[in-house]
């Protein structure tokens, strides 16, 4: 199977800006996959998140559109804005040489208005979540007669979120001749049923997905189900991570083990269903800079996180699915990283471990916890978060606010870490020990001509 990009039947521009990015060699789902897309059939694609797919697809459907046509070519579904974020970010990059070409984010939880203003200026491809792609049609803000492509991507999550009817009725809404990717990293019985409705003769490929032990590291210990909050603790005691994701099975384990945590001073938010937009947004960006050691979450929630060098990740419970454990633990372990899987399995989730073992084909690797070191020192974060009132649609940019805390602050740059921009407000991440001193610059100082208020998270 060729490996390199410049195999493909792709444009000058193209190639030369994959080269600009470091795309050199495909990943394994690329190398498969972008033959058959490129030719313009459907596809049904088996492939873990990190594996190269967005841009897979991406360049894919980028290669077939007119830039002149200003209607919308291509529509990618995403189970949840980070994602649909994380897919549209991609896409920029992959479309920068191409001019005139506008990819809009259409996803609830965000104001409608302004996606209508945007609908209205045209734009070749829309990347959002179901629901609210469903309400733009519903309005008929979003017309999807002149589409080409539409692609699923993580289709197993959206029909654990219940999104089944959401994306039938869309595709009813595209025309019969376009060709249609589904991207799963898990094949429920649901994805045969989409797959039997609104694809036509679908290729099948499925890329490797199980995590050989050199890439992450799997260790599995037996508790008793009363001790598991104690065992969270102690693992995350031993082992101290900077970033860790831990993995629970419900809203409640999830404030539970949040509870347990702060008590023990370790540094830990939870991230569920329950949460409102602003307060998700808030609890991913705080975790992204590196505010918050730990990520407490239910695996409908964590869906589209993707963040550089977490160091572990822990599962609370089981899951009752094999395969969503391999696409939890591939959470941990990117670009090159070698990363840390760590399982907590009481008497009765014994079978769902069993089905973990038959599924890698090799035993697990049983330790006991009374062999970690119990530290009781707090596991704080590196860094705190300031939350600023101003976001985009106040015109506020990445370099006004860093400029505000080294130029009028006199505050070291090196000391300032990730900012992240919303619509109505902003969060920058700056070193605990100049966190005060950030805290009443920035409240006493101006930005851009005007005060803001500031507070830390």
Same mark, same amino acid.
């Given at each position: 199977?060729?490996?390199?990009?410049?195999?493909?039947?792709?444009?000058?521009?193209?190639? $030369?800006?994959?080269?600009?990015?470091?795309?050199?060699?495909?990943?394994?789902?690329?190398?498969?996959? %972008?033959?058959?897309?490129?030719?313009?059939?459907?596809?049904?694609?088996?492939?873990?998140?990190?594996?190269?797919?967005?841009?897979?697809?991406?360049?894919?459907?980028?290669?077939?559109?007119?830039?002149?046509?200003?209607?919308?070519?291509?529509?990618?579904?995403?189970?949840?804005?980070? %994602?649909?974020?994380?897919?549209?970010?991609?896409?920029?990059?992959?479309?920068?040489?191409?001019?005139?070409?506008?990819?809009?984010?259409?996803?609830?939880?965000?104001?409608?208005?302004?996606?209508?203003?945007?609908?209205?200026?045209?734009?070749?491809?829309?990347?959002?979540?179901?629901?609210?792609?469903?309400? +733009?049609? *519903?309005?008929?803000?979003?017309?999807?007669?002149?589409?080409?492509? /539409?692609?699923?991507?993580?289709?197993?999550?959206?029909?654990?979120?219940?999104?089944?009817? /959401?994306?039938?009725?869309? =595709?009813?809404?595209?025309?019969?001749?376009?060709?249609?990717?589904?991207?799963?990293?898990?094949?429920?019985?649901?994805?045969?049923?989409?797959?039997?409705?609104? %694809?036509?003769?679908?290729?099948?490929?499925?890329?490797?997905?199980?995590?050989?032990?050199?890439?992450?590291?799997?260790?599995?210990?037996?508790? $008793?189900?009363?001790?598991?909050?104690?065992?969270?603790?102690?693992?995350? *005691?031993?082992?101290?991570?900077?970033?860790?994701?831990?993995?629970?099975?419900?809203?409640?384990?999830?404030?539970?083990? &949040?509870?347990?945590? +702060?008590?023990?001073?370790?540094?830990?938010?939870? =991230? +569920?269903?329950?949460?409102?937009?602003?307060?998700?947004?808030?609890?991913?960006?705080?975790?992204?800079?590196?505010?918050?050691?730990?990520?407490?979450?239910?695996?409908?929630?964590?869906?589209?996180?993707?963040?550089?060098?977490? !160091?572990?990740?822990?599962?609370?419970?089981?899951?009752?699915?094999?395969?969503? +454990?391999?696409?939890?633990?591939?959470?941990?372990?990117?670009?090159?990283?070698?990363?840390?899987?760590?399982?907590?399995?009481?008497? /009765?989730?014994?079978?769902?471990?069993?089905?973990? !073992?038959?599924?890698?084909?090799?035993?697990?690797?049983?330790?006991? =916890?009374?062999?970690?070191?119990?530290?009781?020192?707090?596991?704080?974060?590196?860094?705190?978060?300031?939350?600023? $009132?101003?976001?985009?649609?106040?015109?506020? *940019?990445?370099?006004?606010?860093?400029?505000?805390?080294?130029?009028?602050?006199?505050?070291?740059?090196?000391?300032?870490?990730?900012?992240? =921009?919303?619509?109505?407000?902003?969060?920058?991440?700056?070193?605990?020990?100049?966190? *005060?001193?950030?805290?009443?610059?920035?409240?006493?100082?101006?930005?851009?001509?005007?005060?803001?208020? &500031?507070?830390?998270?």
């Amino acid at each position: 199977m060729p490996s390199s990009f410049a195999s493909l039947p792709l444009a000058e521009t193209m190639q $030369a800006n994959l080269a600009e990015l470091g795309y050199l060699s495909m990943t394994p789902i690329q190398a498969a996959s %972008l033959p058959i897309i490129l030719k313009g059939q459907d596809l049904i694609a088996q492939a873990k998140t990190g594996s190269g797919k967005t841009a897979a697809f991406g360049i894919g459907l980028l290669t077939g559109l007119n830039p002149r046509y200003f209607g919308c070519q291509a529509l990618v579904l995403c189970p949840t804005r980070e %994602l649909a974020d994380q897919v549209a970010r991609e896409l920029r990059r992959l479309a920068r040489t191409t001019p005139n070409l506008k990819i809009l984010t259409l996803c609830g939880g965000m104001p409608l208005g302004p996606q209508i203003a945007s609908l209205e200026h045209g734009a070749q491809v829309i990347v959002g979540t179901p629901g609210r792609v469903q309400e +733009h049609l *519903r309005k008929g803000t979003l017309v999807l007669d002149g589409l080409n492509v /539409a692609v699923l991507d993580e289709a197993d999550r959206m029909l654990d979120m219940g999104f089944i009817e /959401a994306i039938a009725d869309i =595709l009813s809404q595209t025309p019969a001749r376009r060709q249609t990717l589904l991207f799963s990293a898990t094949y429920p019985e649901g994805i045969e049923r989409l797959a039997q409705d609104y %694809l036509r003769a679908p290729l099948r490929i499925s890329v490797e997905s199980q995590h050989s032990d050199t890439q992450i590291r799997q260790r599995f210990y037996e508790i $008793a189900a009363q001790d598991r909050l104690a065992a969270v603790v102690r693992l995350l *005691r031993h082992h101290r991570p900077a970033s860790a994701v831990a993995f629970c099975q419900t809203r409640q384990q999830c404030q539970e083990v &949040v509870e347990a945590l +702060h008590a023990q001073r370790i540094s830990a938010a939870a =991230l +569920h269903g329950d949460l409102e937009q602003r307060e998700r947004d808030q609890v991913l960006a705080m975790f992204a800079n590196r505010s918050l050691c730990v990520l407490v979450a239910t695996d409908v929630a964590a869906r589209g996180i993707d963040v550089a060098g977490l !160091e572990a990740v822990i599962n609370v419970e089981l899951s009752r699915d094999p395969a969503v +454990h391999v696409h939890r633990i591939g959470r941990s372990g990117r670009a090159g990283e070698q990363g840390l899987a760590l399982s907590l399995v009481a008497p /009765a989730e014994a079978s769902r471990a069993q089905a973990i !073992e038959a599924q890698q084909g090799s035993p697990l690797d049983w330790q006991s =916890l009374g062999a970690l070191r119990d530290t009781p020192e707090p596991l704080v974060p590196t860094m705190h978060t300031l939350a600023l $009132a101003a976001g985009k649609k106040d015109k506020l *940019r990445p370099g006004d606010i860093l400029g505000a805390l080294t130029g009028d602050a006199g505050l070291p740059g090196a000391k300032i870490g990730k900012i992240t =921009l919303f619509d109505n407000q902003a969060f920058v991440a700056v070193e605990r020990d100049i966190a *005060r001193q950030a805290l009443q610059r920035l409240s006493e100082g101006k930005i851009k001509g005007r005060s803001i208020k &500031v507070r830390m998270l």
